[in-house]
């Protein structure tokens, strides 16, 4: 789960570290009012999305009257922006957050991720912050520093002054940063981030450090105890298809083919998807109703994915282990007649009472579509999209 920019800087405001003022508003008029309230001369502007990139779409502005910060909300509430790191569409701007400007000296990077390879907490830091990171990492990975936290002593001293040596930074900036990069560490496992990104994290002119723009991710199996943060969730910048199976609780991921999967399982998912592609089609996403899927999760998932206008054929690769193969034939049945599905309907079955379920959809009277092997299933899928 994201969070936008300005409630993450309320987590680290909450554990005493310091931010730029700011102020979230939903309207131009409440954008001019922040501006006034932190006073200044100028402002920034920054449209509050989940997602990067969002200097280079024109959504961070700076501004120098209050007149400028309501024209600048104006233009980017209730747009979509587009960059280069959300769907085609953009995503919905629905507030932006008015800050106090800084006298910025120098631009670094600095993030926490989780590292499965290594089963550890990465941190990841580059004197060469800013919007250009992406490709610093690509073009010159030597100026890109990493540093690994043991899980039972966290981020150690030595860690953090190997950083800053690194980094150039000296008297208050160095001491600052090896005050903030604990403290960071203590609020990402706090809150089970699965990525805090400071990017720029900035010296000011009076060599302090400061995080100017904060990105913070959380792990979606840890919200069940994370209700505060899991509240904060703001549906409007999810896809509605993800958003409605983030409801029924089922796992899904849009994309760009035709041909919609509905899998028990993340493996026979991913499996499913590789034939498909393999067959010469494009899977429209990725479904998985779980080991324990029910009719119930079936007519939802049916639901899910003909959401997307774009889907031209269903298939639907169920393995019946904890649920008989039988109970899903019925389920689908149902599903098929309660969402009047009007595409075509491919249908592999294995396991337990394959046979018997099999039989169930033969004798149904619906166009469903009969495979006796995985394979076959994509063929067909691939020939129906067609």
Known sequence: MNLHEYQAKQILRAANLNTPRG?????????????????????????????GGRGKAGGVKLVKSLDAVRDTASALLGKNLVTIQNPPDGQPVNQVLVEETLSIARELYLSLLVD?????IAIVASAAGGMEIEEVAHTTPEKVLKEWCDPLFGVQDFQCRALAFALELTGDAYKDFCTLLPALYRV???NDLALLEINPLVVTADNRVLPLDCKMSIDDNALYRRRALAEMMDMRQID???????????????????????????GLAMATMDLIQLSGGMPANFLDVGGGATPETVAQGFKIILLDANVKAVLINIFGGIVRCDVIAQGIIQAVKEVGVQVPVVVRLEGTNADEGRALLAQSGLAIL????????????VEQAQ
């Not at 199976?245 to 028990?264: E, F, K, R, W």
């Open 23 to 51: 102020i979230a508003a939903h309207s131009p008029d409440e954008a001019m009012e922040a501006a006034r309230t932190l006073g200044g001369v100028a402002w920034v502007v920054k449209a509050q999305i989940h997602a």
């Open 116 to 120: 499965r390879e290594t089963e550890r």
């Open 240 to 266: 509605a298809k993800e958003a409605a199976a983030h409801a029924a609780n089922v796992n899904y991921v849009a994309l760009a083919g035709n041909i919609g999967c509905m899998v028990n399982g993340a």
């Open 188 to 190: 990402f496992i706090a």
């Open 370 to 381: 009969a495979a006796d092997s995985l394979t076959h299933a994509a063929e067909l899928a």
